[in-house]
């Protein structure tokens, strides 16, 4: 999620039309404006007055926190805009909708990072970053955010040999593969990550990281590895709802149809991939030494 001066091979944010930034400081406002519906609650015992009365407290009191705020400041005067597009967005943007205030996990810290943010008051919305220098030129100008450094063990290199070995790993199927963070002996597992990874249940997980472009990049393997995972151990009520980003590639796109399963995948646009994926307790056709 870094831009091209961070990451080498990936294109650089340059100027893009200024329609791309009005649409995303329209689809903020909307968001804002949804938010505070979502949350305006009335008694029908009141008259019409008191009921309007009542709606417009809400809705001054839940649509003006200040990282919405500053995230429609942000976009509509910068000349960079998040790295997925208007539709990518518009994706997740809908699953946040009926389910704000959530818990969303975010694998990289983009220019994207505010507006995800934002899309989420009242909940929490973590991001997981690799590169320090990054997280610090980020925070700079957004502080707001809720930001991890952390570090992987893998390499895209070593990708075609994970996904043909892991079988024979016990601790890399299903069925022992949680709790992530005592799982020392599967290497797809993210067990060095900070604590709120593993004590929080997340809701969405948005797979945008970390680098996954060149041999000694850590690539998406562990990170999609361990969504699937954490999703499958779901306590709560309803689904997790899983994203990934760059399915074109490879990688991406082979790790998602073994762990987050073609037949849980319900949206896509571009270059992303939308899953929604139940508890194990709700997959009845599964194998347990499969994931799909």
């Known amino acids: 999620m870094m831009p091209e001066k961070w990451k080498g091979a990936k294109h650089t944010l340059l100027e893009r ?10 689809l903020l406002c909307g968001a804002l404006l949804i938010t505070s519906i979502i949350r305006a609650s009335t008694d029908n015992t009141l008259s019409l007055c008191s009921t309007a009365k009542t709606t417009a407290q809400s809705i001054a009191e839940y649509s003006t926190t200040p990282i919405q705020l500053q995230s429609i400041v942000h976009y509509a005067t910068s000349q960079t805009v998040p790295q997925q597009s208007f539709e990518e967005i518009s994706i997740s943007l809908n699953v946040l909708k009926d389910r704000i205030p959530c818990n969303f996990l975010v694998f990289g810290l983009g220019h994207d990072s505010l507006m995800w943010a934002s899309l989420n008051p009242g909940g929490t919305t ?4 690799e590169d320090p220098e ?3 030129a980020v925070l700079k100008d957004a502080p707001s955010l809720r930001a991890h450094h952390v570090k992987y063990q893998t390499q895209l290199s070593q990708a075609d040999n994970l996904l043909s070995t892991y079988r024979s790993e016990p601790k890399c199927l299903p069925a ?6 005592y799982n020392e002996k599967c290497p797809l597992a993210l067990t060095s990550f900070p604590d709120e990874f593993s004590d929080t249940e997340w809701d969405l997980i948005m797979v945008d990281a970390p680098k996954g ?3 000694a990049a850590p690539g998406r393997m562990a990170a999609i590895f361990s969504s699937a995972v954490m999703a499958r151990n779901r306590k709560g009520a309803g689904t997790t709802h899983v994203f990934l980003h760059d399915v074109d590639r490879i990688v991406e796109k082979t790790y998602a149809n073994e762990f987050l399963c073609e037949k849980y995948r319900v949206n896509s646009a571009g270059r992303l991939w939308h899953f929604e994926i139940p508890n194990a307790a709700n997959m009845s056709d599964q194998p347990g030494d499969r994931f799909c």
């Open 126 to 129: 973590v991001f997981l970053e």
């Open 176 to 181: 022992n593969a949680f709790p992530i963070r």
């Open 213 to 215: 472009y060149f041999p």
């Open 17 to 26: 039309p200024w329609f791309i930034i009005s649409a995303l400081a329209g």
């Open 134 to 136: 990054w997280i610090q």
